[in-house]
């Protein structure tokens, strides 16, 4: 089965940056997607990495070390509209999402 | 473009009822998922399907079935609703990429309560 580790929660204050850690352990790999999810919505395609480094699309980046089974995604300059659950999930050999249990991130004015 | 929708937006059954789960999505999209999203757990796929006419199991397929009859629309039923089945539900669907599944774009999901 695929093993797919993040933290619950997190806080921070608006103006901050925050990381969000996610590990994991899967049968095969495809890639590794972050998405957010506001609460009682449907989860929105944040970023996407399929080979080690960084990507970067505005205030959210995106690092994977598929040796290490290891991303993280990297919010800057945090807003009060980033108060979100993350969501980590890895496409295995198959081409199916295993998603990880979601970190809810509390931004604080 | 509406993307993604799913109907109905919320349910209430009582346990050994049944029902059908209907999403649809206009964007030409071969891939099509169902998920359910339990409190404390990631999404976990219920079942699948890589095209019109075809479907596969996922992760926890017990208890529901799903039809691909159109290749817009994928259809998730509960022939004798459980109050374990009390969940959020989640459609998504993908393009072709070059070597597999594209990124997978979510409806709003449909709230099921069973009592």
């Known amino acids: 089965g695929q093993n797919i580790d993040q933290p619950t929660e997190m806080t921070a204050t608006e103006g901050a940056i925050v990381q969000i850690n996610c590990t994991y352990q899967t049968s095969g790999f495809n890639g590794l997607f972050w998405y957010q999810q506001h609460a009682g919505e449907a989860p929105t395609f944040l970023s996407y990495?399929?080979?080690?480094g960084l990507e970067e699309k505005g205030r959210f980046s995106s690092f994977l070390s598929r040796s290490k089974g290891y991303s993280y995604l990297l919010l800057k300059e945090l807003q009060m509209k980033d108060s979100a659950s993350y969501l980590c999930a890895v496409r295995d050999g198959d081409y199916k999402l295993s998603f990880g249990a979601g970190t809810t991130v509390t931004v604080r004015a | 473009n509406a993307g993604v929708t799913q109907t109905p937006k919320f349910r209430v059954l009582k346990t050994g009822q049944s029902m059908t789960l209907l999403c649809a999505q206009d964007?030409?999209?071969?891939?099509m998922y169902w998920y359910r999203q339990d409190p404390g757990m990631g999404l976990r796929l219920i079942h699948y399907s890589v095209g019109e006419g075809t479907t596969a199991k996922g992760e926890v397929p017990d208890g529901y079935n799903v039809s691909r009859l159109k290749k817009q629309n994928f259809l998730l039923g509960l022939e004798s609703a459980a109050p374990s089945q009390t969940s959020v539900y989640f459609c998504?669907?993908?393009?072709?990429?070059?070597?597999?599944?594209?990124?997978?774009?979510f409806g709003p999901g449909t709230r099921l309560t069973v009592l």
């Open positions: 990495n399929v080979l080690d």
């Open positions: 964007m030409n999209h071969e891939y």
């Open positions: 998504a669907s993908s393009a072709s990429g070059t070597s597999g599944p594209d990124t997978q774009y």
